[in-house]
Each structure stands twice: as C-alpha cells, then as structure tokens.
Nanobody
Framework: QVQLVESGGGLVQAGGSLRLSCAAS????????MGWYRQAPGKQRELVAA???????DYADSVKGRFTISGDFAKNTVYLQMNILKPEDTAVYYC?????????WGQGTQVTVSS
C-alpha cells in the first residue's frame, strides 16, 4: 500500500506564502507524475499543478505566475510553493501521485487565506 502525507498547510494573510510538501511511503513504486489538487467548500476538486517524471509541468490558469511545483521522483516527494496567496486560494489541498494503472491520494491539508 502507498501512503501520501501532506504537510505545510495553514492560515496566512493575503499576499503571503506557503510551501506544501508531500512524501510517499509504503511499498515500492514508480510514479509517472505527481501533483496537487484543491477543493473549496461547495466546489469540485480541481487540478492546481502537476509535474511529470520527465520534468514537464502544468498549472491551473488561476495560479500561473504565483505557484511553483517541484518534485524529486527518486525520493517520491513533491512540493508546491505558493506565493501571493489570495482568499480564493482557500481550500483543502490534496497530493496526487499517478501510476500506470491508477492514482493515489493524500488526506489533504487545509490552506486558509485571510483577506
């Protein structure tokens, strides 16, 4: 079984920064891609950013220029540097790791941005 554990969430004022981390543990695995999703109250879960083993990245339009994803696939870790945070970034952020036959999810970490 694979476990993804997120950390780094919290409460921050608008304009501030947070760095999320996600580490995978468990049985031997090789992820094709890792990423971050978020879900705000009453809204669907959405992709925030993703990175492939080859280093390609993808971002939601709403976070481009403010968030940066990075990953270490040898250590099965992924990070999300979030700058210039806005109240609309408030959500539970979930780590995601994809393999050929499916994906794994973390339990989520709350990010709250106050205005």
């Amino acid at each position: 079984q694979v476990q993804l554990v997120e950390s780094g969430g919290g409460l921050v004022q608008a304009g501030g920064s947070l760095r999320l981390s996600c580490a995978a543990s468990g049985r031997s695995f090789s992820f094709n891609a890792m990423g971050w999703y978020r879900q705000a109250p009453g809204k669907q879960r959405e992709l925030v950013a993703a990175i492939t083993r080859g280093g390609s990245t993808d971002y939601a339009d709403s976070v481009k220029g403010r968030f940066t994803i990075s990953g270490d696939f040898a250590k099965n870790t992924v990070y999300l540097q979030m700058n210039i945070l806005k109240p609309e970034d408030t959500a539970v952020y979930y780590c995601n790791a994809r393999v050929v036959v499916g994906a794994y999810w973390g339990q989520g970490t709350q990010v709250t941005v106050s205005s």
